[in-house]
């Protein structure tokens, strides 16, 4: 038996599901967990030494790939100064002052410890700053867990087939309303029946955790538009697309403003980070300037702020990764779409910049309709299949794939040879 298994067998006694997040329990590709036991560049190794091309870098966060020396050093380094000290520090306002500069239209910055702390806390800063109560989301896109948010939520919520989550009071969600992505009039509906009481619209610029979808020409624009009209504000839960599409993210993208933005996985550099951000109006009424209460004991660690600003520094000295990320996601999905056709698997590759997700289906995917018609057996048995060559993938569908610095030509191309092997068996 495999040390994965065995180490699965323990596990499942004492996490519930055998695992500290649900996605990672592959519960929706019926396989026991890869346990992995150390990465580097674009590999990860499980505890029987087997090595896989890994496509999910974390989720997210590890777009230089595994063991960067550069955030390996500045981490080393923070180390020997101590850990967390509970006091501001010099890290902290180097780490705001590098956001400000390359995130647009913020100047403020509030550091946290995860993707859900983020949002959960711009969603109270925006009720708080607008006086209203209701939010809205779409369906299929992923927030965190936190209780306002678990409402046809996406990621693994969505896989597992709680997208809206038990344990969360009707009180709490009823303020909670739900659109669709890429479908400005289902948000207008909203707001009209609304008109004084939404304090914000909450969206994935890219969603990505449907799979990915992008957004349509101008319903990022469109949304920018219909909060002004109506008095709500703009949150762009740049999670996962910040410092990930572009150096600015979405906003830098597409082109659209955003009131406030969310940030996790890249700024951490692989250590546990949030971070929400806004203008100085909006900001300084979070506390201790204003009303707006959030606290948090390892806010700001010093040595996660070490990854984190180390990563962040190297993207912008080396802003030419974003073009060459974009062209091997380009490359990767051209040849999974190219495979599937010649072996008769329906297949809708989506790809904005270096993430992208395979759709079992025979038509394309804009909306999370189209998402949900995926064929997820069919999605299980390629992951599988993928595994089974050397290939780490999302262990499902409404996931992304996310290619790093460190995935080189032969990285792609063995990716490529995999996907060829397991379209024909598919
Ligand atoms: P965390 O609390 O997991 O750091 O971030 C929550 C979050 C917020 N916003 C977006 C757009 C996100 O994608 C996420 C988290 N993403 C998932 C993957 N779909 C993290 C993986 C997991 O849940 O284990």
């Not at 239209?105 to 925006?126: D, F, H, Q």
């Not at 912008?316 to 091997?328: M, P, S, V």
Request: charged share 20%; proline share 5%.
């Amino acid at each position: 038996m495999d040390q994965s298994q065995l180490l699965y067998d323990r596990a499942v006694k004492v996490m519930p599901g055998g695992v500290n997040s649900p996605v990672r329990a592959y519960r929706s590709v019926n396989m026991c967990p890869r346990f992995i036991a150390k990465a580097d560049g674009p590999f990860v190794y499980d505890e029987d030494g087997r090595r896989y091309i890994d496509y999910v870098c974390s989720w997210g966060p590890m777009i230089l790939g595994h063991n960067h020396p550069v955030i390996r050093e500045a981490v080393e380094k923070a180390v020997k100064d101590g850990l967390s000290f509970g006091a501001p520090t010099r890290r902290e306002v180097e780490m705001a002052e590098l956001m400000v500069e390359l995130v647009p239209n913020i100047e403020m910055v509030r550091m946290v410890n995860s993707g859900t702390e983020a949002v959960m806390s711009a969603i109270r800063l925006a009720r708080g700053a607008t006086g209203r109560d209701k939010i809205i989301k779409f369906e299929g896109c992923y927030h965190g867990h936190s209780d306002c948010l678990l409402v046809n939520a996406g990621s693994s919520a969505l896989a597992g087939g709680h997208p809206s989550s038990a344990g969360v009071p009707e009180d709490i969600v009823r303020h909670t309303l739900t659109a669709q992505f890429n479908d400005l009039p289902s948000v207008e509906a909203l707001l009209s029946a609304y008109p004084q009481e939404v304090a914000c619209v909450i969206v994935e610029p890219v969603a990505a955790n449907m799979g990915v979808v992008g957004p349509a020409p101008g319903f990022l624009a469109g949304l920018r538009k219909l909060c002004d009209q109506y008095g709500a504000l703009l949150i762009f839960d740049e999670v996962i697309t910040g410092f990930r599409l572009a150096l600015g993210g979405a906003q830098a993208y597409y082109g659209v403003k955003a009131d406030l933005v969310t940030f996790g996985k890249i700024i951490g550099g692989g250590m546990p980070v949030g971070a929400y951000c806004g203008s100085r109006a909006l900001m300084e009424q979070v506390a201790p300037c204003g009303p707006v209460y959030q606290a948090g004991t390892l806010s700001g660690n010093p040595v996660a702020m070490a990854a984190g600003l180390a990563q962040l520094r190297y993207l912008k000295d080396h802003q030419e990764i974003y073009a060459k990320l974009n062209q091997k996601a380009a490359w990767l999905a051209g040849e999974m779409d190219r495979s599937a056709k010649k072996h008769g698997v329906a297949l809708a590759v989506n790809q904005v910049e270096s993430v992208l997700s395979p759709f079992f289906v025979p038509t394309e995917v804009t909306r999370f309709t189209d998402a949900k018609g995926s064929d997820l057996q069919r999605y299980a048995r390629y992951f599988a299949g993928m595994l089974h060559h050397g290939v780490a993938l999302a262990p499902a569908q409404f996931e992304a794939m996310f290619l790093s610095a460190a995935h080189t030509k032969a990285e792609l191309e063995e990716t490529a040879q995999a996907a060829e092997e397991t379209f024909a068996g598919l």
